[in-house]
């Protein structure tokens, strides 16, 4: 479970589906149990979890520190320690790696990041951001180690990414704005991403080779963002 500087770890009875408390990571002082003190500013305002498919990776998005952090996880005993993570923002160094993407002044993919999905063969990971973009990630599947490769925004202030043709100065009215959600289609070849700020599910496509995406529309319950508003969607 994952708070606003913390992460909780349960453990679950599969018989009565019954939790009961482990423990916890912070990123806070703290020198006593519950909690663990990372030593580092890895867990801030987080949005967005998941976990791999075998269990050991935890991925987590800090929205207000602007970094995808990584987890190790230990299945047997329940216990979490911080791995690595990924940022634009500099003064996160060295915990964090700045990414290849990474722009003065921009709106990357990193830049408040809300929401993950992982692609069913285990080799691509997305994050969104709120300010309208999607950055991508190669999944190693044997380490869980993530790199950022590439981006794709709905702010024209992204030069590090792939701007979209409905592209405005701050994503509002794109069909991208305020992106929170995002899922990866069974077949591996589509991404949708939830767009609470404009009221629109957007639609990519992935190549299942090597994660990369391209995008294809939007659809929204705004008229102001359709066809017969400023054709966004």
């Known amino acids: 479970v994952v708070q606003e500087f913390a992460i909780s770890t349960f453990q679950r009875d599969p018989g009565s589906g019954a939790l009961s408390f482990e423990g916890c990571l912070t990123a806070l002082p703290s020198d006593s149990p519950p909690c663990v003190d990372t030593k580092k500013n890895v867990i801030d305002d987080p949005r967005g979890s998941l976990i791999a498919p075998d269990g050991r ?106 701007i979209i043709p409905a592209a405005k100065r701050l994503a509002d009215g794109t069909g991208l704005s305020g992106a929170r959600g995002a899922v990866v289609s069974r077949d591996g070849r589509r991404l949708y991403v939830a767009a609470g700020a404009d009221s629109s599910l957007a639609a990519f496509r992935r190549n299942p080779a090597n994660g990369k995406l391209s995008y294809l529309g939007c659809m929204t319950a705004d008229a102001k963002f359709g066809p017969r508003g400023n054709g966004a969607c």
Not at 120 to 132: E, H, K, V
Not at 133 to 161: H, Q
């Open 57 to 162: 990776s935890l991925y987590v998005a800090n929205q207000h520190g602007g970094s995808v952090a990584t987890f190790s996880l230990d299945p047997a005993a329940g216990g979490t320690r911080f791995r690595n993570c990924i940022t634009e923002n500099k003064r996160l160094q060295p915990a964090c790696t700045v990414a290849r993407t990474a722009k003065r002044h921009s709106y990357g993919g990193l830049d408040a990041p809300t929401g993950l999905a992982l692609s069913p063969d285990g080799r691509s990971l997305y994050a969104t951001s709120q300010f309208g973009s999607v950055e991508v990630f190669n999944r190693n599947r044997r380490s869980g180690n993530l790199t950022a490769t590439s981006c794709i925004a709905a702010s024209r202030d992204t030069p590090g990414c792939t």
